[in-house]
């Protein structure tokens, strides 16, 4: 692949807003944005040697009051956030162990070795997602988060899900965590570190602290909704800082795309500090670093990050090597990730994928993952394609073979015992799929009520979970400090294996489904196993 050299000078008006003819298929590329990822309006802003290539906007902030949506738009860009707190981190501590101690002291009850402020920034701190327990503690979806809740779900903190370092997972109060420690560090606001340490610098003239994501100041809304269903504007009620607090105009963004190339050649400067490859315990390379994610896309390498809330969608990259970056927003609930990755396909001519000739595979079926409980399902998608349901969103695997399947995230390999070997290739960890005994659909003799009772989680100071049947269908439900949430109907896996789903939370990516994990000793339930990927191996006791 060998990036497009030249430039049409020939200026092409969109909308409003005048860019720069890069290539033909760049030109379709934007053109088509629109109808591809319908929604109330957008913007896309592409960048090469840190000049403006494409600065485009289209549709409406608030279709409701015929507000516009320009390039000088506030946009919630929700957990893009997470690399401007490690930015702040990085300028106004010498080092980010300054911040340990205050760390620890918000974890009052933790048991074992405490994360750092590096465990934190890397996403290896082995905590729980708190939007996902807060759901265990019977959060309502759309109700009221604030300070005071977030505190009490991050203080609640007893136990680790991996030792820090040594693993992967995504965790928004990592960063929450941060930008708290950085307000005791410096006594002063978050707000205000953002704005003298990183904003002002890098010429993001509009950048704001938005913690609370009821409304915006200039009056965007985000949107739920389909083209087919009609858009509404998408209710939240939770307040963040530092994990996604960000409010930036594409502006903005491009004056940060900017400030970064800037400082290409110099090795101190601020995103060339964010973007340093980070590694393990042991010394294994981490797919993410500093509130960035690092991957391979089109052959190169890239840092890039996304944000997601309830109606908002955004995401942006950098291609060091090229000098390339592209961001994207959608104050509706269209994959931005895919318009930004199709995006820089198109400038760098990146070929289609080769085909494969047909295989079958042994693979599908039903598993429970023997070090956490949780469930995992693969299916067939068609021809050299499985489905693998066990993280938020389901996954495609698509390098398939009668034993064997892999995407750059996760490895499955069929052992000869007949369980699964599953690699998580970005989480430094290896664990064993067991196949489920009688999955499927409950056979017509099975009895399910002996499932229904209330389950009492120590860990999460008493929260419980309560499974009820109603007219022969079992429902589940949590409660706890934050209230009772809501019923939803129980799908069956396997014998003693069952998923709650969880569509929409206090976030967005919610949790997904929330495995069940019934577990016997003489045929009498002794405990209940329940995680998601975000908040894993919790254990319940029959009241």
Not at 28 to 51: K, T, W
Not at 63 to 75: D, I, M, N, Y
Not at 76 to 99: D, G, H, W, Y
Not at 305 to 320: D, E
């Amino acid at each position: 692949m060998k990036l497009i050299r030249h430039l049409r000078q020939a200026k092409i008006a969109y909308g409003q807003v005048m860019t720069v003819s890069f290539s033909p298929a760049l030109d379709a590329a934007i053109r088509s944005l629109p109808q591809r990822y319908p929604g109330p309006g957008g913007a896309v802003a592409v960048l090469h040697r840190g000049e403006v290539i494409i600065r485009h906007s289209w549709g409406y902030a608030n279709a409701e009051r015929r507000l516009p949506f320009t390039p000088s738009t506030l946009f919630r860009m929700c957990s893009i956030t997470k690399q401007f707190t490690c930015a702040a981190m990085l300028q106004n501590t010498a080092a980010p162990s300054e911040l340990n101690k205050i760390i620890s002291s918000r974890l009052p009850l933790l048991q074992g070795p405490h994360p750092n402020a590096l465990h934190l920034a890397h996403n290896q701190s082995g905590l729980r997602d708190y939007w996902a327990v807060a759901m265990l503690h019977g959060a309502a979806i759309e109700g009221y988060f604030g300070d005071r809740e977030a505190e009490r779900v991050i203080r609640g903190t007893r136990s680790l899900q991996f030792s820090p370092g040594t693993s992967y997972s995504y965790v928004n109060q990592n960063f929450r965590l941060l930008s708290d420690a950085l307000q005791d560090h410096t006594g002063r606001s978050f707000a205000e570190i953002l704005q003298f340490s990183v904003f002002n610098p890098s010429g993001m003239e509009r950048a704001i602290l938005a913690a609370e994501t009821r409304a915006m100041p200039d009056g965007t809304i985000g949107y739920e909704g389909s083209v087919s269903a009609g858009f509404r504007p998408a209710i939240n009620n939770i307040w963040w800082t530092g994990d996604a607090g960000l409010a930036a105009s594409l502006d903005d963004m491009i004056a940060w795309e900017t400030f970064i190339d800037n400082g290409r050649d110099d090795s101190d400067s601020l995103y060339n500090r964010l973007s340093a490859p980070t590694s393990f315990e042991n010394g294994t390379p981490a797919p993410y670093g500093f509130g960035l994610q690092h991957l391979n896309l089109h052959g190169k390498h890239v840092t890039a990050h996304g944000g997601a809330l309830r109606g908002w969608r955004s995401h942006r990259l950098h291609v060091a090597s090229e000098r390339l970056s592209v961001v994207v927003m959608f104050n509706h609930m269209s994959p931005a990730q895919n318009a930004a990755a199709e995006i820089l396909g198109s400038m760098l001519n990146a070929p289609a994928p080769p085909t494969r000739n047909a295989q079958t595979s042994r693979l599908p079926g039903v598993y429970r993952e023997q070090e956490t409980g949780l469930s995992a399902r693969i299916d067939s998608l068609g021809e050299n394609t499985l489905g693998l349901r066990y993280l938020m969103l389901p996954d495609a695997l698509s390098n398939v073979s009668d034993t064997h399947a892999e995407n750059g995230a996760i490895r499955l390999n069929l052992l000869q015992d007949c369980t699964v070997r599953m690699e998580h290739l970005k989480e430094n960890r290896s664990t064993t799929l067991i196949a489920a005994t009688d999955a499927g659909p409950i056979p017509a003799d099975t009895e399910t009520s002996e499932l229904a009772g209330n389950y009492i989680c120590d860990e999460l100071d008493g929260a419980t979970v309560t499974v009820s049947e109603q007219g022969g269908i079992l429902y589940g439900g949590f409660s706890g400090m934050l209230g009772d949430g809501k019923m939803e109907p129980l799908q069956r896996l396997a014998r003693d294996l069952w998923v709650l789903p969880c569509p929409r939370a206090l976030d967005h990516t919610p949790p997904g489904d929330w495995t069940l994990s019934f577990e016997r000793q003489n045929k009498q339930i002794i405990a209940l196993r329940l995680g998601c990927w975000l908040a894993r191996d919790l254990i319940y006791r029959p009241v």
